[in-house]
């Protein structure tokens, strides 16, 4: 069964530095997504950025990156430039590819952010 | 508004009760999903359907019941409420096949607090 592990239970960063939240995973599939949700204080789910694993270019939106290593079974977040509203749990999240199969996304436990002015 | 839509966003119900927790998409999204999220666990699959009359276990479906008799609608009911289905109820639905907007990601409810006491 696929397994998601966040080793990080909580994070600080000051405002305006780059912090990196760890994702590794484990899975016999090969091709897969892997996602970063982000859930503020609100409750809200947030997707932030999403990986095909089929894709060998790291994915980034504005001031989020992954560092994606398919050999190494691990998807590392990347938040440049933080700000206050970055605070939040943020999870690591694996979907086998859904074609043909229900493709259940699978969470890690999450990573709390916390943000420093 | 198109999205998903959970109610009651806050319930407070007794040991034994029987409570039914809503949920409604306007996306016509084919997957649809319950989880919850409790601290130290992550979010965690409870069940989930691919269709309409369509409905499968995830991983910790013990105590609860879904049906699915329209495709828009997906209630998660506790036949006899314990104290420890406390928990933060979300969820969520997916497309099928093309990957949509959140490209194989989920789009999710705001949640749903639920304390038995």
């Known amino acids: 069964a696929q397994t998601v592990t966040q080793s990080q239970p909580e994070m600080s960063v000051q405002e305006a530095e780059t912090v990196t939240l760890s994702c590794t995973y484990d899975t016999s599939e090969s091709d897969y997504y ?36 398919k050999a190494a079974k691990s998807f590392s977040l990347k938040i440049s430039d933080s700000q206050l509203g970055d605070a939040a749990m ?19 436990k999450g990573t709390k952010l916390s943000v420093k002015p | 508004d198109a ?51 369509i409905t499968d276990k995830g991983e910790v479906p013990d105590g609860y019941v879904v049906s699915r008799s329209k495709t828009e609608n997906f209630p998660l009911t506790l036949e006899s409420a314990t104290r ?12 099928f096949g093309t990957g949509g907007v959140h ?3 989920y789009t999710f409810g705001s949640g749903t607090r639920l304390t038995v006491v």
């Open chain 1, 34 to 69: 892997l996602f970063w949700y982000k859930q503020p204080p609100s409750r809200q789910m947030i997707l932030v950025i999403r990986q095909e694993a089929y894709k060998q270019q790291n994915a980034t939106e504005n001031r989020f990156s992954v560092n994606f290593q």
């Open chain 2, 84 to 95: 420890s289905q406390t928990s933060v109820y979300f969820c969520a639905s997916s497309e």
């Open chain 2, 3 to 53: 999205g998903i839509t959970q109610s009651p966003r806050y319930k407070i119900t007794e040991t034994g009760r029987q409570v039914t927790l809503m949920c409604h998409q306007t996306w016509s999204h084919s997957y649809m999903f319950w989880y919850r999220q409790d601290l130290g666990h992550g979010l965690r699959l409870i069940y989930y359907s691919a269709a309409a009359d």
């Open chain 2, 103 to 105: 490209g194989y990601g």
């Open chain 1, 90 to 108: 943020y999870f690591c999240a694996y979907r086998r590819n859904p074609r043909g199969s229900q493709g259940n996304l699978i969470f890690g």
